[in-house]
T-cell receptor, first 114, second 112 residues
Framework: EAGVVQSPRYKIIEKKQPVAFWCNPI?????LYWYRQNLGQGPELLIR????????DSQLPKDRFSAERLKGVDSTLKIQPAELGDSAVYLC????????????FGPGTRLTVL | GENVEQHPSTLSVQEGDSAVIKCTYS??????FPWYKQELGKRPQLIID?????GEKKDQRIAVTLNKTAKHFSLHITETQPEDSAVYFC???????????FGDGTTLTVKP
């Protein structure tokens, strides 16, 4: 069984440029999470989806971040415009459903904003 | 919201020794406590978890204990090996609510 897939693995951009990250969860997993992990810290939740509905986006900086999960499968996280402080690893995770606690993480996208 | 504190931030042990990492949480409603291992440049991987109706869980060399009254839980690794070297994260969540709050991680180094 394939795990959570993310692309790209690395991205370097100039500040003020847009950037997008893509995530494909484990097949059959209804719950999808986007986390941001700063160096030396634990993952911090940005947004959680149940199927195509965003049920927890309280930590998402909505002025520049947006996310979508069309059809309740793949998801895209976008930053526009990027700032220097956005440099981090962006992790996607999925779990079977809201009643299943175990989250499976993707390899992450390492974003560097210059 | 939930606040999770993890100690120590770094831990160095000799191969064969035991390692203990401790976490405290603030929200008494949290009922699911996973531990993740993250090797350099790789994804966090679940190594063990415990639910609030259990006080201890063991899987080979790894064990987790939970004290609900004190709101703390610990990871115990016995007979450490160099391949145990990694960053370990604890987390606390309210189960069905799905959201996990992570500690800041412990960098474990096992010296051969």
């Amino acid at each position: 069984e394939a795990g959570v897939v993310q692309s790209p693995r690395y991205k370097i951009i100039e500040k003020k440029q847009p950037v997008a990250f893509w995530c494909n969860p484990i097949s059959g997993h209804n719950t999808l999470y986007w986390y941001r992990q700063n160096l030396g810290q634990g993952p911090e939740l940005l947004i959680r989806y149940e199927n195509e509905e965003a049920v927890d986006d309280s930590q998402l900086p909505k002025d520049r971040f947006s996310a979508e999960r069309l059809k309740g499968v793949d998801s895209t996280l976008k930053i526009q415009p990027a700032e220097l402080g956005d440099s981090a690893v962006y992790l996607c995770a999925s779990s079977l459903d809201v009643g299943s606690d175990t989250q499976y993480f993707g390899p992450g996208t390492r974003l560097t904003v210059l | 919201g939930e606040n999770v504190e993890q100690h120590p931030s770094t831990l160095s042990v000799q191969e064969g020794d035991s390692a203990v990492i401790k976490c405290t949480y603030s929200d008494s409603a949290s009922n699911y406590f996973p531990w993740y291992k993250q090797e350099l440049g790789k994804r966090p991987q679940l190594i063990i978890d415990i639910r609030s109706n259990v006080g201890e869980k063991k899987d080979q060399r790894i064990a987790v204990t939970l004290n609900k009254t004190a709101k703390h839980f610990s990871l115990h690794i016995t007979e450490t090996q160099p391949e145990d070297s990694a960053v370990y994260f604890c987390a606390a969540s309210k189960g069905n609510a799905g959201k996990s709050t992570f500690g800041d991680g412990t960098t474990l180094t096992v010296k051969p």
